[in-house]
Structures are given as structure tokens and as C-alpha cells.
């Protein structure tokens, strides 16, 4: 299929809508799981706490815009689309059923890395541009966080590749599907014939580890740690500046979730193999989001140094073993 | 006991033996109605501000042992004595004895022991140069205390490294626990 | 991280945490001269909150002076007019009957469990752990429940009164506290196993922000600092006021001198205090809550007077200079967290911002107290 | 079949892909040229901002241009590793030496020679003048598709035909990172 430029327009259009119905009211499925998690209701005047995303925008929106004296106004500006577009982005390519998908590419999973990565650069600038030290600490943190944090991601996403041998996230997740005996967390594979991938839970718990770390969530928001750097690199924002670094790190959220969902979980397949539809993808995902929400609200935020400890000294080495280790046995089986 | 020990050498680092008064402990048969503190206080009255020396207190009376009103310049040297026996400081504050023209610095010292012994030196300095030399260079955390000491009293310690206003405002140019202070 | 850290002087920055900052728990400056994450500096500012307590004790008549004291610790207020009291009635020489002092001990260790519970709960979240605040402030919320039936009040009690005590405690108090204490016995075995075993707290805690047992002395610091150092010091051992020495209950000390050791030290603290209030419940001797010939008019002789006491913190004393008039001729307040906050400044150099944000939390601040 | 189709064949037919086709056939060209114009306003940024920041940024724009290029010559596997590479590491790498090392005051440099000018004009004349000499000389011909992006195949041909722009593009990254590690050191040794 071609990419028109009408249906380009299309796909960003419904992607901005999901991402953003997403961001509204996964915020209030975080503080409604929170309330829970702590013994407590949570917003739940007005429809259960329904109106509280719409009433939360429309704060945002109609709040002004504060500039800080001697920000760069440009980059100030401009970091928070930048943290926004490209998570927005990302939805084009996702798969979300076998026949909803904006435009499938061959080169998917390398897209969607491509615009995270776009999410070091809007942090970097708020940061710098917001002249604030804490925003710059943070930016600093948050930066050398998601780029350690990409390499072992990276790696294991090509041992999925090496399996697979596409980087068509539709293709991947038809290759699982069938019932959860097929899918790529558990060690033995029967879509095409019996295969042994006793390493993919593995990888599996690093793809988790590093998206809970590349979506700056706790435990590993340092970019925010709110009782050191007040509010990190968003210190300085407020109004809808705010807002969107707000959707973009919940639509971040959603991807990193849809992308464990893809690679490990079978997609839009039912653990069954019975009415495999978006149904079950978008139970997964948010049954995922549902872990993120819990584990934010059970530990404590790590240290820098522990976090890249982790990043260096653990996932990566065991990363790597871990692709040496699939090669060879895709090689030997 | 720890409280002999370091009565004994107090007594020492004051070599000037008349000043010292070893008075029997006035104020440890205190326990008794209001009416005698009234008779007490009619009869301190009269008396003469205190002078130098050690004295020992009764515990249960005024919740220290051992009280040592020194010079000054004695001051650093009955410190280092207290160190030396791992005392702790407790506080360093200050009494305006306005209608006797002078400044007293109060420290009070005490151990991480069961062997209790509370130490409170003073010392007096006239009101209009209040001039004492800083313990901080022995005990580190005298730093907050005398600069505390200074914002209200406005006595100087000799010495302090940074001894700027620190719970007052940092412009503030008044004392305002010298009792002529006016708000 | 361990190992000395080689920091360059020569292209520092100047951080200024506070008097506006999420880790201060209130209006605390600290200024930091900073090597990209590393304290180079730091400089402690204080006085936002100043309200010139000790120049009210002079200024007011003791009666007066009494409700200021509770506001100078929000958390562990009782403590605080606990020390007043028994001050004043040192110096006063004012006989307490043994029912009010039984209560009293009784509502300063309750007190002290709530202060230690919320500080639990807000140093978790300074390692951005959220809801042990909220577990914490639950549990806390049935102690003041209890204490608020009797006192009248939630935070800043005024409860106690020279020789004795506003009001008496009734049966309902005493078997609701009853069935308050193994509901807390409860809640602390699940602190320590949702808590204090996670391993991203202790990788936080353990090794980090050490305060020696010797900077512990040459700063005067004291209460769960200083038994966090390997020091055995609690004034209510050492020194024993009111009815202490009638009670069994051990000082918890832990050596390693870290974060966690303080926290660890509080933790235990809390079931020492659940200790005491069972025994003063069973001991609870009927009789008067006030003396019998109650002065109308405090008026202690002229003298000298200190009285320290261990509040949640540490320990406080109060000094009560008197020239035999009503009011204090001098009045100090030796706060205990003024002198803990005071090695901050020489324990923080060198260390990364995190720890030693975590440190100040293990510190247990309550910036009114230091500031007075 | 996708959402994308699903939709089109829900729509009157001036609105659907082959209807637009015409159109859209119109709109590459403009579309061409607005990707050119970013950029080259990257790059014009990259170069004449005064604060090191915001030349990164520029530069990042000028990447993201290249890469949409890329993408509109069928080459998305490119264009995403334009993305991936030069905008998420090359860029954010060069921002965070930046941020490390040069203080603020350090951006005004000393006055330029006389014949900085001069030279600085004839030299990118020279250049352009090669660049557009060479566009017109060369013939272009239309080579054929090699690929879809299929993993294998581009590892293939990475490793056989294209191994030497595959050795050149390491280049350029250790290049990056020494550049990068030059600044910091520079910064440090201050």
C-alpha cells in the first residue's frame, strides 16, 4: 500500500485523538489505581471521576503560559511539542489488530526507536532552555538515562528480529499468533515447527525493565525526582506546556506497552486462539499499563548511579550474551 | 564518676584559689513550699552578683551538676577539658544582665553516658564590648550556636569563622533578646 | 557511590535547595555549591520561619508561654509542653501526683509514635516512595483520634498543666488505646515488609550518609541520630524524668551510622513506645490529675533552671533563667534538630544530591522546631 | 486490507487514494520542496546560532530533513537510521558534551583575521560551484528498487556490497564520539 499523503493526515489525525484520550484518562486510571494501591478513593466525584480529565485539560489550556526570564524562548517552546510529536508518530506503525494499523513498515520496531529517541531531545532542551539548574540536572540525568537504557532495549529487540527475521511489527505479531504456547516470552515456539528460545523470558524482562526506564516511570524517573529536582526538567512549565510533556509521557506509556504487547505477547492474538481482534491488544496493553501503575506506586525511585549501574554493568552484558546466546542456538536448531 | 573528675580539674584550671566559693548547695533543699523561695529570693536579693569558681549543683534541683562561671579567656581551655572527656554541646546561649552592665554566655555540656554529668560554664563580658573567643574551632557545632547567640545578644566571638545573622534576617542590625531591645 | 570522589573547585554551581523545596518539608534553605550531581558545599540557611519563641517566654507570664511550646514541633508536640512543664515545676518545686504523670508519659510516647509514623511516611517519599506516606498517615490518624478524644486538639496540644493535667483520661481512652496497640504491632510488621526490605530502599540507605559517633558529639547531635551512631543516649534513660524509670523498655542503637541505621532506630523506637503505654496502662494508678494546693501564680524563685527531655527528635531542654517575677527572666530552647541539622553542612560534602537529600530525610527535620 | 483502506473505500472518490493520486502525484513535488527548505533552515540555524544549544537543535532539524528525504526516495530503512543515529545519539551526544563542558560567556571567540572573510566566501564558492557543476554533469539513472527494508537483505548488502559506506558511516560515529569526548575534555582540563 502506498502512503497518501490523505491518509497520512488520516493516521496522524485518529493517532493524535487515541493518544491523547489515552493521556486524559490514563491519568485517571493512574490516580484512581493509586488511590486504590493506597488505601484511598481516588477522584471519583462527577461519573466516577470521569469529567476530572476533561476538567484537568481545560485548567491546563486556560492557564497561561508562563515564560521564565532569560529562557531560550525558542527551544523553551519548542521541547514540549518535540516530547509530544514524535510519540504521536510512533502510533503509525503499531499494529493494533491484523487490520488496524495505519501504515505497516517494513522497518516498524526501527521507527518507533527512531522517534524515542526524539524523546532525549525535547527533555535535553526543556531542560537547557528553561534556564533552571534543576532542569538542567535533570536534563543531564535524564538524557545519559535514556541512552543507556536504549542499547540493551536495542539489543534485545534483535534477538526478536534475529527469530523473526522482520522488523514489520504486523508480520512479528502474525507470526505469534495462534495461542500464547506461540508467543515469543515463552521458551518453546510451535508456530512454524517446534523451537527453542530458552532466553526469551530474558529478554522479555529487560524489554520490560528498559521501557519502564525509557518512559522515565518510576522507579526510574530520575528526570522528575520530585524531592530532588523539584520537577526536573518540567520544572518550569505549566499551562499546556506542561500538559503535553504530560501526554507525551503517557503516550509513551501506550507505545511501550503496545510494543512488549507486539514482540513478547502476540499481538492482537488471543492466549487461546479464539477471536484474535484489538480486543485483546488493547487488553494486554493496558493490563500492562496496569503493571507500570503498580510498580510506580510500590517502590521507591532508584539513584542515578544505580540506574546506570543496572543499564551497564547488568542488562547490557546480559543483553549481549543473551543475542550471542539466541544466534547460536538459531544457528544450531 | 565522671562529675569528680572533671570538678577536680576545673578546680585546677582555676588557679586563683580566693574567688572560689565551694558553697554548700543552696538551692538542693528547694523542695519545699513556695513560701520559703519567696524567703530565699527576699534574701538573694542583697546578694552580690556571683563571682568566679566552681560550684556543684544538686540535680534534681536545677537539672545540671556541675556550674563553673569563669573569665573569658579561661574559657577555651575548660572547653578543651570537656572534650577531652567526650562531652557534647548541648546549647551555648546568652543572659542580658542589664542592671549589672554585662553579657553572660551560658554553655551548657552534657555525655552520651549513663554516667551523668551535666557541665554549665558561663561567662561574663561587659555589655558594651561583648567580646568571648569562639569554641567552634573544638566543638564544630558551636558555629550555629554562637552565631545564634550573636543575633540575639550581639556578643562577639572572637574567632567565629562566619559569624553572620542566622535565624534573623541577614541585614538585621538589632538584638532582640537584649532586654533594652524595643520592637 | 563508593570510593573518594575527586571533585574539580574550579567549575562549580551554586544549587539552592529551598526554602521552597519538596525534600525540606518545609522552609529550609540549603545552599550547595555543587560539582555537576556532587555537594562540594553546602551551606545551611535558616530563619524563614522564625518567630522569636524565646523572647514571647520572656514576655509572657509561664501559663502563657505554655501553648507556644506545642508549636515549635507540629509532629511531636507533646514532648515539647512536656519539657515546659517539668521545668517549671522543678523550679516551682510543684508536687505532680503520680496518676498525671503516668498520663503523661502515656501521651508523649502515643505522640511519639505518631511523629515517628509520619516521618516514616514523608522520608519514604523523599526516596519517592508515595504510599507509605499514605499507610502511615492512616495509622497515624487513629492515634490522634485517641489523643484528640482527650486533649481536645489533633497537632499543637496544650494538654498538660503545671502539676498536672487539663483533663483525665476516661475508660473509653483507655480501652481504645488498648485496641490501638496491636492494630500498630500489625502495621509495623507490614512497614518492614513493605518497606524495609525493598531492595532499591536499602541500596538507597545502607553505606549512605554516614554521621560518626564522634561528628555526632563535637555537634551535639542527639535522639535517633546519635543512636544511629552506636550511641547509647536516650534522656530517658541516661537522665530519668518524670515516671521513666518505672518502666521497662530498651534504647534501640544500631553501629552502622548510615540513613538506614536511623531509620532503623525509629522503626524500633515505635515498638519501645507501644512498650511503655501498655505497662502505663497497667499501671495507670487511680488518683487526682492535679495537685492538691495548686499555686495560683507561678512564680519560681530566682535561679537557673535545664530540663531536658527525649522528644521524638532528640533531646530538647529547656533553660528557665528566673529573677522570681512571672515572667522568665531568660528563656531558652536547645531544640534537638537544630543541632542535628547543624552537622548537615559538613556530613553532606562530597556526597551526591540524592543521598544526601535521603540523608536530611533520616535527619527527621521539623523546620519550625529549628527555627523557633 | 487496513483501516487506512477500510476508510478509503468509505469515502466518495474525490477523497480516496487513487482519487487523490493526481494530486498527490502534484503535492510530492511541493512536498519535495518544503523538505529541502527544513533542511536547509537546519542547517542554516546549525550554523549562525550563537548559543551552542540551539545549533544542535538546528542540526538536529537539518537531520531530520535528510531523513525525510530519505523517506521520500523509498528508503525508509535510511531514513530511520538518519533518525535513529544522527538525531538520537550523534546529536544528543554533542548536546550533553555542550551542556558538560562550555560555559556561557565561552561563545564569543576572538576577532576574525582580515582574510577570514574573503577566504571563508571564496571557498564555499569554490564548493558550490563543484556540487552544481557535478549535479549537472552526472546522469541520474533510475536504479532499481533493491529492497523493502527486509532485515536480511539490508544486512546482506551491508556486509557485501555497501561495506564500504557501512565502514564509513563507523567512521563518522567514532567521529562523533571523539569530537564529543574532545569537548568535554577540553572543558574539564579548564
Known amino acids: ?26 491519568v ?17 466525584v462527577n461519573l466516577f471521576g470521569l469529567l476530572q480529565p476533561p476538567a484537568d485539560g481545560i485548567k491546563l489550556m486556560t492557564k497561561q503560559l508562563m515564560i521564565p526570564g532569560g529562557a531560550d524562548k525558542a527551544l523553551f517552546m519548542v521541547a514540549p511539542v518535540l516530547a509530544m510529536a514524535p ?12 487490520t488496524i494499523v495505519a501504515h505497516s513498515m517494513n522497518v516498524g520496531v526501527l521507527m518507533i526507536f527512531a522517534f524515542a529517541s526524539f524523546g532525549g531531545m525535547a527533555i535535553l532542551l526543556a531542560g537547557w532552555g528553561s534556564r533552571n539548574k534543576y532542569g538542567v540536572m535533570a536534563a543531564v540525568r535524564a538524557v545519559s538515562q535514556n541512552i543507556s537504557y536504549e542499547v540493551p532495549m536495542l539489543i534485545t529487540v534483535i534477538t526478536i528480529v534475529m527469530m523473526t527475521g522482520t522488523m514489520n511489527l504486523h508480520e512479528i505479531a502474525s507470526l505469534q499468533s495462534g495461542g500464547f504456547w506461540n508467543w515469543n516470552i515463552f521458551p518453546v515456539s510451535m508456530s512454524d515447527g517446534f523451537m527453542l528460545q530458552p532466553l526469551m523470558p530474558i529478554s522479555f524482562l529487560i524489554f520490560f ?125 | 564518676m565522671i562529675k569528680d573528675t572533671i570538678k577536680q580539674a576545673f578546680l585546677d584550671l582555676l588557679p586563683d584559689p580566693e574567688p572560689i ?140 569563622p562566619h559569624l553572620i545573622p542566622l535565624l534573623l534576617p541577614e541585614d538585621a542590625d538589632f538584638h532582640p533578646l537584649l532586654k533594652d531591645f524595643k520592637p | 557511590m563508593s570510593g573518594p570522589i575527586h ?88 508536687e505532680v501526683p503520680e496518676r498525671a504523670e503516668y498520663i503523661r508519659v502515656l501521651m508523649v510516647e502515643l505522640n511519639r509514635i505518631s511523629s515517628h509514623l509520619f516521618w516514616f511516611g514523608a522520608f519514604v517519599m523523599d526516596l519517592g516512595g508515595f504510599t507509605p506516606l499514605m499507610y502511615a498517615i492512616e495509622d497515624r490518624e487513629h492515634i490522634l483520634d485517641l489523643m484528640e478524644a482527650v486533649t481536645g486538639s489533633r497537632l499543637t496540644y496544650c494538654y498538660f498543666r503545671f502539676g498536672g493535667l487539663y483533663n483525665d483520661v476516661d475508660d473509653d481512652f483507655i480501652n481504645a488505646t488498648r485496641a490501638v496497640i496491636p492494630r500498630l504491632r500489625k502495621s509495623l510488621k507490614k512497614y518492614d515488609a513493605l518497606v524495609t526490605g525493598n531492595i532499591i530502599f536499602r541500596k538507597r540507605l545502607e553505606g549512605i550518609g554516614p554521621i560518626s559517633a564522634e561528628m555526632c558529639r563535637k555537634y551535639g547531635a542527639t535522639g535517633p541520630v546519635a543512636r544511629g551512631a ?98 522568665a527572666y531568660r528563656f531558652k530552647l536547645r531544640s534537638p534538630t537544630y543541632s542535628n541539622m547543624s552537622l548537615f553542612d559538613e556530613a553532606c560534602e562530597g556526597m551526591m544530591i540524592m543521598d544526601a537529600l535521603a540523608m536530611m530525610g533520616s535527619l527527621d527535620l521539623v523546620i519550625p522546631e529549628i527555627d523557633r | 486490507m487496513n483501516l487506512m483502506d477500510t476508510i478509503n473505500s468509505m469515502l466518495p472518490s474525490v477523497l480516496t487514494a487513487d482519487g487523490l493520486a493526481g494530486i498527490a502525484d502534484e503535492a510530492a513535488g511541493v512536498v519535495f520542496l518544503v523538505i529541502c527548505a527544513i533542511t536547509l533552515i537546519g542547517g542554516i540555524i546549525a550554523c549562525n546560532s550563537e548559543r551552542l544549544v540551539r545549533a544542535v537543535a538546528g542540526l538536529a532539524v537539518c537531520f531530520v530533513g535528510v531523513a525525510a528525504i530519505y523517506f521520500f526516495l523509498n528508503s525508509p530503512f535510511v531514513a530511520m537510521m538518519q533518525i535513529l543515529i544522527y538525531v538520537g545519539a550523534v546529536c544528543i551526544t554533542i548536546a550533553f558534551a555542550i551542556m558538560l563542558a562550555a560555559p556561557e560567556d565561552n561563545k564569543k571567540h576572538g576577532p576574525a583575521g582580515p582574510l577570514s572573510g574573503p577566504l571563508g566566501l571564496i571557498t564555499a564558492g569554490l564548493v558550490t560551484f563543484g556540487m552544481i557543476g557535478l549535479g549537472l554533469k552526472t546522469e541520474f539513472i533510475a536504479i532499481p528498487k533493491i529492497n523493502m527494508g527486509s532485515v536480511k537483505l539490508i544486512g546482506v548488502q551491508l556486509l557485501t556490497t555497501y561495506s564500504m559506506v557501512f565502514e564509513l558511516v563507523s567512521i563518522v560515529l567514532l567521529i562523533a564520539i571523539i569530537g564529543s569526548l574532545v569537548i568535554a575534555r577540553h572543558g574539564r582540563s579548564k
Open chain 1, 28 to 44: 485517571l486510571a493512574e490516580r484512581r489505581g493509586a488511590g486504590r494501591i493506597q488505601r484511598r478513593p481516588g477522584p471519583n
Open chain 1, 87 to 98: 510519540a504521536i508518530m510512533s502510533f503509525v506503525t503499531i499494529p493494533f489488530s491484523n
Open chain 3, 230 to 327: 552506636g550511641l547509647d543516649f536516650d534522656v530517658r534513660k541516661n537522665e530519668p524524668y518524670s515516671v521513666y524509670s518505672e518502666f521497662d523498655f530498651d534504647i534501640p542503637v544500631y553501629h552502622e551510622c548510615d540513613s538506614l541505621a536511623r531509620y532503623n532506630v525509629r522503626m524500633d523506637e515505635m515498638e519501645q513506645s507501644l512498650r511503655i503505654i501498655e505497662q502505663a496502662l497497667d499501671k495507670l494508678p487511680e488518683g487526682p490529675i492535679m495537685p492538691k494546693k495548686k499555686p495560683k501564680l507561678i512564680k519560681p524563685p530566682k535561679g537557673d533552671y535545664y530540663q531536658a527531655v527525649e522528644t521524638a527528635r532528640g533531646s530538647f531542654g529547656i533553660r528557665i533563667v528566673s529573677d522570681g517575677t512571672k515572667n
Open chain 3, 7 to 94: 571533585i574539580r573547585s574550579d567549575e562549580t554551581f551554586t544549587l539552592n535547595v529551598g526554602p521552597q523545596h519538596p525534600a525540606t518539608h518545609g522552609v529550609l534553605r540549603v545552599k550547595m555549591e555543587m560539582d555537576g550531581e556532587y555537594i562540594v558545599k553546602a551551606e545551611t540557611v535558616l530563619g524563614y520561619i522564625h518567630r522569636m519563641h524565646e523572647l514571647m517566654g520572656e514576655n509572657r507570664t509561664y501559663p502563657q508561654v505554655l501553648p507556644n511550646l506545642s508549636r515549635l514541633d507540629y509532629l511531636g508536640a507533646m514532648g515539647y509542653t512536656h519539657a515546659h512543664v517539668l521545668a517549671i515545676e522543678r523550679a516551682a518545686s510543684i
Open chain 1, 1 to 26: 500500500m502506498d502512503l497518501t499523503i490523505f491518509n497520512a493526515v488520516i493516521a496522524v489525525v485518529i493517532a493524535i485523538a487515541f493518544a491523547a484520550a489515552n493521556a486524559a484518562y490514563l
Open chain 1, 209 to 333: 525493565i528498559c521501557s519502564l526506564a525509557e518512559t522515565n516511570r518510576a522507579p526510574f524517573d530520575l528526570g522528575e525526582a520530585e524531592s530532588e529536582l523539584v520537577a526536573g526538567f518540567h520544572t518550569e512549565y505549566g499551562s499546556m506546556g506542561f500538559g503535553l510533556f504530560f501526554m507525551g509521557e503517557y503516550a509513551n506509556i501506550v507505545i511501550g506497552a503496545s510494543l512488549i504487547t507486539i514482540l513478547f505477547l502476540g499481538g492482537w492474538g488471543c492466549p487461546f486462539g479464539l477471536y484474535p481482534g484489538v480486543w485483546w491488544f488493547l487488553l494486554k496493553i493496558y493490563l500492562l499499563i496496569f503493571s507500570f501503575i503498580w510498580i510506580r506506586w510500590t517502590f521507591p525511585r532508584t539513584t542515578i548511579y544505580g540506574l546506570l549501574n543496572l543499564s551497564w554493568k547488568i542488562l547490557i552484558p546480559i543483553s549481549l550474551f543473551n543475542l550471542l546466546l539466541t544466534a547460536g542456538l538459531l544457528k544450531v536448531f
Open chain 2, 21 to 160: 566559693i565551694e558553697e554548700p548547695v543552696v538551692e538542693a533543699a528547694a523542695n519545699d513550699t513556695a513560701e520559703d523561695g519567696k524567703k530565699k529570693k527576699a534574701v538573694k536579693k542583697e546578694e552580690p552578683p556571683r563571682v568566679n569558681g566552681v560550684l556543684e549543683c544538686d540535680h534534681a534541683a536545677h537539672g545540671y551538676d556541675i556550674d563553673v562561671q569563669l573569665e573569658p579567656g579561661e574559657l577555651l581551655a575548660a572547653v578543651m577539658i570537656l572534650d577531652k572527656n567526650d562531652f557534647f554541646l548541648e546549647s551555648i546561649t546568652g543572659v542580658d544582665w542589664i542592671k549589672e552592665k554585662q553579657l553572660e554566655s551560658v554553655y551548657d555540656f552534657s555525655r552520651y553516658d549513663f554516667d551523668q554529668c551535666r557541665v554549665v560554664i558561663r561567662t561574663r563580658t561587659p555589655r558594651d564590648n561583648p567580646n568571648i573567643p569562639t569554641i567552634s574551632k573544638i566543638y564544630p557545632g558551636a558555629n550555629w550556636h554562637e552565631r545564634e547567640t550573636h543575633d540575639f545578644f550581639g556578643i562577639k566571638f572572637e574567632g567565629h
